[in-house]
């Protein structure tokens, strides 16, 4: 993952706002190597990480596949029914094209790791500028550790191209330890 970010899409208001949404609804914008992994791969997540069979509570908060030209669209289109068959339900997550992307307030990027007022501050120090912390891959990837993506293992080979310092190394790798062994993966 290259970055990610968070805001609406979807719908057709310009410059949506999480208190004056229209009709757009909350999405993620993942940047991504398509060398390191494969849009079918991020589909594959995509689909473990909520029930596509359930109906959606609002526009707002819909499960959606926004794909960006044909072959996303296919790939999409395949996958769903691939879980169709899988869970043999009716499957309510949509695949639409892409729309414009607004990004979210900066209260809402990076929501784990925000909680965490330590790496916070080494990432206010390393990225002044709210925007530039937005775009950075190690806060977006420190973020997923932070939220329970990525194992130990992955985390210790890319934990020096973060640029946080050993305290901080150090507090990530027992959050990570700690969860792996709360969530049982011993």
Known sequence: MIRTRVGYSGGTKKD????SLGDHSESIQIDYDPSLISYEKLLEVFWSSHNPAEPPWSTQYKAAVFYHDENQRKLAMETREREAVRRNSKIMTEILPAT??????????????RQDSELMKEFHTMYPADRDFVDSTAAARVNG?????????SLQKELDSFGLSP????????????????????
């Open 16 to 19: 949506p706002t999480y208190h």
């Open 100 to 113: 414009d992307f607004y990004l979210a307030e900066p209260y809402h990027q990076k929501f784990r790791l």
């Open 145 to 153: 550790y932070l939220a329970g993506y990525g194992t130990l293992e």
């Open 167 to 186: 305290e901080a190394n150090n507090k990530l790798v027992n959050i990570v330890k700690n969860r792996r062994k709360s969530f049982g993966f011993f």
